[in-house]
T-cell receptor, first 114, second 111 residues
Framework: DAGVTQSPTHLIKTRGQQVTLRCSPKSGHDTVSWYQQALGQGPQFIFQYYEEEERQRGNFPDRFSGHQFPNYSSELNVNALLLGDSALYLC?????????????FGSGTRLTVV | GQQLNQSPQSMFIQEGEDVSMNCTSSSIFNTWLWYKQEPGEGPVLLIALYKAGELTSNGRLTAQFGITRKDSFLNISASIPSDVGIYFCAGLSNTGNQFYFGTGTSLTVIP
């Protein structure tokens, strides 16, 4: 049973460019959250998607946007990249059965902006 | 937003020693969690705590949910080399939609 899968694993972009990161949730999970983890810091919540809608958003600018597809997979888009956007981007999914606690994190996408 | 402060920031211990770390928050949480993160990986859940005062164990790991609901503690007994990693506390928002992570404790175990 595959866990949460993220792609790509590593990415290098130039300032001002746009990037799309992808996440496939664990089987049986329907909710996807995205987190940004800067080097040496704890993850920071970006937003959460459920039923193809953004349900909650953290303190991130509109340059960060997302999408969820009918198969529950999700994308994170970041426009007009800044050097400070360099970080590990983590995806976490939650089970459809809410009686089972179980947010599962993927291994992340390491984004480097130069 | 909520601030979760962890201490110590880093620890260097001998194999076999016990480890204690804690986490404090400026806000109340109804659920506390402890995660471990290894290089190149995402956080992996170690222990989840759901009630103030709760004490829960997972093998050599024991965590407690503080009675004020603003703090939590994690203890690791008889440390082994594979315990190396960064340990994060996290509080789950009342909506259940968002984690607030601590600043992390880096653990190094010297064989």
């Amino acid at each position: 049973d595959a866990g949460v899968t993220q792609s790509p694993t590593h990415l290098i972009k130039t300032r001002g460019q746009q990037v799309t990161l992808r996440c496939s949730p664990k089987s049986g999970h329907d909710t996807v959250s995205w987190y940004q983890q800067a080097l040496g810091q704890g993850p920071q919540f970006i937003f959460q998607y459920y039923e193809e809608e953004e349900r909650q958003r953290g303190n991130f600018p509109d340059r960060f946007s997302g999408h969820q597809f009918p198969n529950y997979s999700s994308e994170l888009n970041v426009n007009a990249l800044l050097l400070g956007d360099s970080a590990l981007y983590l995806c976490a999914s939650r089970p459809q059965d809410r009686s089972r606690y179980g947010y599962t994190f993927g291994s992340g996408t390491r984004l480097t902006v130069v | 937003g909520q601030q979760l402060n962890q201490s110590p920031q880093s620890m260097f211990i001998q194999e076999g020693e016990d480890v204690s770390m804690n986490c404090t928050s400026s806000s109340i949480f109804n659920t506390w969690l402890w995660y471990k993160q290894e290089p190149g990986e995402g956080p992996v859940l170690l222990i989840a705590l759901y009630k103030a005062g709760e004490l829960t164990s997972n093998g050599r790991l024991t965590a407690q949910f503080g009675i004020t609901r603003k703090d939590s503690f994690l203890n690791i007994s008889a440390s082994i080399p594979s315990d190396v990693g960064i340990y994060f506390c996290a509080g789950l928002s009342n909506t259940g939609n968002q984690f607030y992570f601590g600043t992390g404790t880096s653990l190094t175990v010297i064989p």
